[in-house]
C-alpha cells in the first residue's frame, strides 16, 4: 500500500506562484509513476503533470497537459518519497482541488485518472483575478 498526503494549496492572486508537495510513505519503490491531477466545481478530473521513473530507476520523463506546459514543473526528491508541483503565472482557470496520484506500473496512459491505485486526499488552489 501507498499513502499519499499533498500539502501546499492556498489562495494566490493571478500571475504568482505555488508549490505543491505530495508526501508518499509506504511501498514507494513500488510506484515508478507519480501524478498530479486537479478537479474544478462541476467538471472532470483532468491530468496536470506526470513524472514516470524507468524500470532501472535511473532515469525518469516528465509529461505535462498542453494548459500548463511551461508554466508548471513537476520533481521528485528521494526517487519518489515525495512529489512536488511547482505552479508560476497562475491563472484563475487553475482554482482547482489538486491532488496527487500514484501506481505501481510503468503508465502507459498517463493522463488517464483510472491508470492510478493510490489517490491523496487533494488540496485546493485558488486563483483570484
Known amino acids: 500500500q501507498v499513502q499519499l498526503v499533498e500539502s501546499g494549496g492556498r489562495l494566490v492572486q493571478a500571475g504568482g506562484s505555488l508549490r505543491l508537495s505530495c508526501a508518499a510513505s509506504?511501498?514507494?519503490?513500488?510506484?515508478?509513476?507519480m501524478g498530479w491531477f486537479r478537479q474544478a466545481p462541476g467538471k472532470e478530473r483532468e491530468f496536470v503533470a506526470t513524472i514516470r521513473w524507468s524500470s532501472s530507476r535511473i532515469y525518469y520523463y516528465t509529461y505535462y497537459a498542453d494548459s500548463v506546459k511551461g508554466r508548471f514543473t513537476i520533481s521528485s526528491v528521494n526517487a519518489k518519497n515525495t512529489v512536488y508541483l511547482q505552479m508560476g503565472r497562475l491563472e484563475p482557470a487553475d482554482t482547482a482541488i489538486y491532488y496527487c496520484a500514484a501506481d505501481n506500473t510503468v503508465v502507459d496512459d498517463y493522463a488517464r485518472p483510472a491508470e492510478y491505485d493510490y489517490w491523496g486526499q487533494g488540496t485546493q488552489v485558488t486563483v483570484s483575478s
Open positions: 509506504g511501498r514507494t519503490f513500488d510506484t515508478p509513476t
